[in-house]
């Protein structure tokens, strides 16, 4: 609670990040929107200047009529959803062995961060070339030591290959927030679960995962909104082709190769639409977690 | 100057109303305290005088000029808080200096409060040291001394000694006490522990549910209770308040007997009972009685070690001149 | 209380966890060994661990390839200079939020968060029209505003939730004291979350200087960091394994250097503030 004065003071010091966050958010939507119902194609002489033709919905039939919509659809699913479960997964038996006690923790601790703070440009590099490379990665070398058959990654398993790229990126993120989480339980319920003579795998199940929830879902939130926007990893590795292409690239390939700035703004709504569903959905566990 | 009034002021948190108009005048030099039992409005009371909350409808006064509309800073008053407050990452005298920091005085006028105020409090040799490093009693000391070397017009305490333990509270309690007593500046003093109210207060306000019960010092308080909130609530132990035969026996709806106005007799008392507990602390025994037919449990207090043990029958008579009448609305009877 | 644990489960422990976490910073390791082989023995068959001749050369190749310093100092500019500008914005609006909270306060943060999630794509064009009209193309100024205004929901977040680990009597003090507004957030506030604000300082930074969707499309020549510097080798040139690595070994060097030095806050931001 407070008085008046600071509720006025309040309102004032929230307004400069409030108004240019509405801004960001509401200009270019709005834009976006205009150029959805048009036929603009400047690589043709369309401007704005000179007036756009108005074409009604045809861009967003276009758009969804296309035969590389859905597949897109499917592909960002896909992804966001493989790179979570694996993170999440292995995230919280990552974490759960390193709240054990062992030597050179912290050193453990850097490792596994470490790939975090690489930047998406040099992960996707680095793993096309130095890993995947099906004739000088580490991965055929790998392969054909076990006599194997070495695998065209980017090609023939191109998604995974994506998949397993973010998941890498990820995976100390959702690690980090999962040990963090883990190291505040307190310990005597642990034990006076065992005392009540739960056996492990069931303490795990009642109480630890219970208590992971909220870093669960704020893993599953923060990593939702960065992955459904991935861009340099497929850019830099397959460029969208064999399958990777996810909503946000297609919307990409309309707007910058094709230069069909009408066709590639009405993928940008679809976009936008199927953010806010997950948005929705998010926020309505986030919200309903946050004040716990 | 600290004279402080409150005129028709009341509280409203969205449709709740927590404090209904209340009027109070605090003299100047006075050590008023505000006690209750928890949320009955005291700590919100305080809150209004201090500026850290909105009066929803009246007027505050300070010195006889409104203060309804200033904030904080600008009332002139100095707080000591529940939990201390002190600024972590400041070093005791930066904490007691930062008033005087804001207010713009030189710092050489600073360092010489900064150490009166620290030599008053025996603060001295730890003026260097950050509030982290020490003990819960320096750090209210501080807070203290915060408070005090901006020669403020009344001090505001919120409930300053509950963090601390036992030992160190009765200790405190002496020192602000010694502390109101040179200074000779208003204090108003919030606490829940009846028995700080009456040691401190030059002037004790009962409240409940933002209402208040009674204004007075501690023994009107304590010999005239204006109803039966007010006499279970000052004394230690609680009043014995009977209802029923006993009380229509007197012209009352209740009558109320403290527990050391009962005398303990050999045989023959007026009331008896078993003794449920005896609390023997030697120089006092406090017998808690059962089956009398009176209450359910009656509180006695006898002076000296007095050895009757749990399950023995004990008889009792009551001071006819020390016992309080109240009517069917719980409100004091004149004798 | 924790209890003893047996040697050997420790044994087993510290092996299978330094194992998992070889096997992550491997790419890592790989990139920077790489950068120190000659091209040939860069994909020598099987590969070489530590019985090669360490050599700069590929530094010095790529450092002539493409100035280097200059991609350096664009991302410095950027990622400093949007990370130090949100702050800025971000920690009156989270003192509101966390002391003066009202019932919008949540529905707010999380608008502000929902921001995020709008798809960046969806309004590049848009942008880059922006851009163009105020002469932002390819300028550092421009970057800055837009990584600034993508990062501000994550830094008004994380300044929220170390804002509210801090007990409002201590401001409440602050004002009985005579402390004004600005001296309340100055003196006493920012002080006393220096922890918590150099971790969102410390994380903001590093996702600013990751950034690769803006960053990419939004500069040419003159400001593009180390996320352009890197991508201009993605088309590969005949074999380049080493320089690559070198390359690579250059972009993310400040980033791990850094945070070598700030684990304690990095790891602190890295969980957003969001979990204690």
């Not at chain 1, 392969?143 to 998949?163: C, H, K, M, N, Y």
């Not at chain 2, 009341?10 to 003299?27: A, E, N, R, W, Y």
């Not at chain 2, 009043?239 to 109320?256: R, S, Y």
């Not at chain 3, 450092?63 to 920690?91: H, P, V």
Request: charged content about 15%.
């Amino acid at each position: 609670m407070a008085t008046k004065a600071s509720r006025s003071a309040a309102r004032v010091m929230m307004a400069p990040a409030v108004v240019l966050l509405l801004g960001w958010m509401l200009v270019p939507l709005i834009m976006t929107l205009w150029f959805s119902f048009t036929k603009y194609l400047p690589l043709r002489g369309d401007s704005i200047e000179r007036g756009l033709d108005w074409v009604g919905f045809s861009n967003y039939s276009r758009f969804i009529s296309s035969n590389a919509f859905w597949p897109s659809v499917q592909t960002t699913l896909i992804m966001v959803g493989g790179v979570l479960l694996i993170t999440v997964v292995l995230g919280v038996l990552l974490a759960m062995l390193l709240d054990q006690p062992l030597w050179g923790q912290g050193v453990v601790r850097i490792l596994v961060i470490a790939p975090f703070f690489v930047m998406p440009t040099v992960s996707a590099l680095v793993w096309k070339n130095m890993l995947m490379d099906p004739v000088n990665g580490i991965f055929s070398h790998l392969w054909r030591f076990f006599g194997a058959e070495p695998v065209a990654w980017l090609q023939d398993a191109s998604l995974t290959s994506i998949i397993m790229i973010a998941s890498w990126q990820w995976l100390p993120f959702a690690t980090l927030i999962l040990l963090t989480a883990i190291q505040s339980l307190d310990s005597e319920q642990l034990e006076a679960a065992e005392m009540d003579g739960a056996p492990a795998l069931k303490r795990f199940w009642f109480i630890v995962l219970p208590h992971l929830g909220r870093a669960i879902t704020i893993v599953i939130l923060i990593q939702t909104i960065f992955l459904l926007s991935i861009f340099a990893e497929i850019f830099v590795t397959t460029g969208g082709a064999f399958g990777t292409r996810t909503l946000t690239y297609l919307i990409f390939q309309r707007v910058i190769d094709s230069q069909n700035i009408g066709l590639g703004s009405a993928g940008g709504v679809y976009a936008i639409i199927l953010a806010n569903i997950v948005a929705i959905f998010l926020m309505r566990i986030v919200g309903k977690n946050l004040d716990a | 100057m600290g004279q402080i009034e409150l005129k028709q002021v009341t509280k409203s948190f969205g449709d709740v109303q927590v404090i209904p108009p209340l009027d109070l005048t605090i003299h100047d030099g006075e050590f008023t305290v505000f006690v209750g039992p928890s949320g009955c409005g005291k700590s919100t009371l305080l809150r209004l005088i201090a500026g850290l909350e909105d009066i929803t409808t009246g007027h505050i006064e300070i010195d006889g000029k409104d203060a309804t509309a200033l904030v904080p800073a600008k009332r002139g008053l100095a707080m000591v808080f529940q939990s201390y407050a002190l600024y972590p990452h400041m070093s005791v005298r930066k904490n007691i200096a930062f008033p005087l920091r804001m207010a713009k005085m030189d710092s050489a006028e600073i360092d010489k409060r900064v150490n009166a105020a620290a030599s008053v409090l025996n603060l001295t040799d730890y003026l260097d040291r950050r509030p982290g490093q020490l003990s819960g009693g320096q750090r209210q000391r501080v807070a203290i001394g915060r408070a005090i070397v901006r020669e403020p017009a009344a001090f505001l305490f919120d409930e300053p000694l509950s963090n601390l333990d036992a030992a160190l509270r009765v200790g405190m309690r002496l020192e602000i006490s010694e502390l109101h007593k040179r200074l000779e500046t208003t204090m108003v003093y919030v606490t829940h522990d009846q028995v700080e109210a009456m040691t401190m207060a030059d002037k004790i306000v009962v409240l409940q549910a933002g209402v208040i019960e009674q204004v007075g010092t501690p023994l009107e308080l304590y010999r005239a209770p204006r109803n039966t909130f007010v006499a279970g609530f000052i004394g230690s132990p609680r009043m014995n308040l009977i209802e029923g035969p006993e009380a229509a026996k007197h012209d009352a709806a209740t009558i109320g007997v403290r527990p050391e106005h009962i005398d303990v007799v050999e045989s023959g008392g007026q009331w008896q009972g078993t003794v449920g507990v005896a609390e023997h602390l030697g120089s006092d025994t406090f017998f808690h009685i059962h089956n009398t037919g009176l209450a359910e449990t009656l509180t006695v207090r006898a002076i000296g070690d007095v050895s009757l043990q749990h399950g023995d029958t004990i008889h009792l008579n009551p001071r006819a001149d020390e016992i309080h009448r109240f009517d069917a609305q719980g409100l004091r009877i004149a004798k | 209380m924790a209890r003893a644990v047996t040697t050997n489960r420790k044994i087993i422990t510290t092996a299978v966890a330094w194992t998992i976490a070889l096997i992550l910073f491997f790419p890592i390791f790989w990139t920077i060994l790489t950068s120190f082989k000659t091209e040939a023995q860069a994909i020598n068959d099987p590969p070489l661990f530590f019985n090669f001749d360490w050599t700069l050369e590929n530094y010095a190749v790529v450092q002539e390839r493409s100035d280097y310093m200059k991609f350096l100092w664009n991302s410095i500019i950027i990622a400093g200079g949007s990370t130090i500008l949100g702050i800025l914005i971000a920690i009156p609006a989270a003192w509101s939020m966390a002391f003066v909270p009202s019932v919008r306060t949540k529905d707010i943060l999380l608008w502000m968060l929902s921001t995020k999630m709008l798809p960046a794509v969806g309004v590049l064009y848009p942008i880059s029209l922006i851009f163009v009209e105020f002469n932002l193309l390819d300028t550092r100024l421009g970057l800055i505003v837009v990584l600034m205004l993508i990062n501000l929901p994550i830094i008004v977040w994380m300044l929220y939730t170390y804002f509210r680990e801090i007990p409002g009597e201590i401001l409440e003090a602050a004002r009985m004291d005579g402390a004004t507004l600005r001296d309340e957030i100055l003196y006493v506030l920012t002080p006393m979350a220096v922890p918590g604000i150099a971790s969102t300082l410390l994380l903001n930074f590093i996702l600013a200087w990751n950034e690769a969707f803006w960053t990419l499309n939004l500069t040419a020549a003159n400001a593009a960091p180390l996320t352009a510097f890197i991508a201009s080798y993605s088309s590969p040139e005949g074999l380049f394994f080493a320089k690559l690595s070198a390359a690579s070994t250059m972009a993310i060097a400040p980033i791990l250097i850094l945070g070598w030095f700030s684990q304690k806050q990095l790891v602190r931001g890295l969980t957003f503030g969001a979990v204690k």
